[in-house]
C-alpha cells in the first residue's frame, strides 16, 4: 500500500527508468504519479506524440500523472549550470554555475514540493546526478530534488540505478 512519485524529466523517461516498477504498480498494490517536468520541444518529428504517449503508458499501469506547462526558453544552456561524470574531455574543468543559479531551478523546485503536497507520496524517485548517461537535464531535476529531500526526512528518496552513489540525498 506505498504511494511512489516518479519526477522525471521527459516523457518516456518514466518508461526507460521505471518501466518494470510502472508495469508491476498494480499488482504490488502501489498508487503511482508521474510528475513529467520538461514539455516536449517544439518543432520536433515526436512532439505532437510525448504527452499521449505518457498518458497512454500511466493509463495501461493504473498510474496517474502530471505534465508541468514551463515556457522552457532557456534550458538548453543546461551545461553551464549542472555537470555530471560522464562530460566529454575538457568539459569536466569548466566551471559550472550551480544548478540552483538556473533561471527555472525555483519554478521547477515550487511545481515538485506542489505535486509532493498534493500526491503526499511515501517514496520519490527521480534522476541520478550523473543524468544515467549524463544527461544534464536530468542531473539538473536530481539536485533540484536532492535539495528537497534534505529538508523531508518523511519519506524515501530514491534514484534510478541501484549501483550509484546517493551522496547528495544524505
Given at each position: 500500500?506505498?504511494?511512489?512519485?516518479?519526477?522525471?524529466?521527459?516523457?518516456?523517461?518514466?518508461?526507460?527508468?521505471?518501466?518494470?516498477?510502472?508495469?508491476?504498480?498494480?499488482?504490488?498494490?502501489?498508487?503511482?504519479?508521474?510528475?513529467?517536468?520538461?514539455?516536449?520541444?517544439?518543432?520536433?518529428?515526436?512532439?505532437?506524440?510525448?504527452?499521449?504517449?505518457l498518458?497512454?503508458?500511466?493509463?495501461?499501469?493504473?498510474?496517474?500523472?502530471?505534465q508541468?506547462?514551463?515556457?522552457?526558453?532557456?534550458?538548453?544552456?543546461?551545461?553551464r549550470?549542472?555537470?555530471?561524470?560522464?562530460?566529454?574531455?575538457?568539459?569536466?574543468?569548466?566551471?559550472?554555475?550551480?544548478?540552483?543559479?538556473?533561471?527555472?531551478?525555483?519554478?521547477?523546485?515550487?511545481?515538485?514540493?506542489?505535486?509532493?503536497?498534493?500526491?503526499?507520496?511515501?517514496?520519490?524517485?527521480?534522476?541520478?546526478?550523473?543524468?544515467?548517461?549524463?544527461?544534464?537535464?536530468?542531473?539538473?531535476?536530481?539536485?533540484?530534488?536532492?535539495?528537497?529531500?534534505?529538508?523531508?526526512?518523511?519519506?524515501?528518496?530514491?534514484?534510478?540505478?541501484?549501483?550509484?552513489?546517493?551522496?547528495?540525498?544524505?
Open positions: 500500500n506505498k504511494s511512489v512519485l516518479l519526477v522525471v524529466a521527459h516523457q518516456d523517461d518514466e518508461t526507460l527508468f521505471a518501466g518494470g516498477l510502472l508495469s508491476q504498480a498494480q499488482k504490488l498494490n502501489c498508487k503511482m504519479h508521474v510528475l513529467c517536468l520538461v514539455p516536449p520541444a517544439p518543432g520536433r518529428a515526436d512532439t505532437d506524440t510525448r504527452v499521449q504517449a498518458e497512454k503508458v500511466v493509463h495501461h499501469c493504473g498510474a496517474s500523472y502530471q508541468n506547462r514551463t515556457n522552457m526558453s532557456g534550458l538548453h544552456r543546461m551545461r549550470y549542472v555537470q555530471t561524470r560522464l562530460e566529454p574531455d575538457g568539459f569536466e574543468k569548466r566551471p559550472r554555475l550551480g544548478a540552483e543559479k538556473h533561471p527555472k531551478y525555483l519554478e521547477f523546485k515550487e511545481a515538485i514540493v506542489n505535486e509532493i503536497s498534493s500526491f503526499d507520496p511515501d517514496v520519490v524517485i527521480t534522476h541520478n546526478e550523473v543524468g544515467e548517461y549524463g544527461h544534464h537535464e536530468h542531473a539538473f531535476l536530481n539536485a533540484i530534488v536532492a535539495d528537497i529531500a534534505r529538508g523531508d526526512q518523511s519519506r524515501k528518496w530514491l534514484v534510478f540505478g541501484n549501483s550509484l552513489s546517493r551522496s547528495n540525498f544524505s
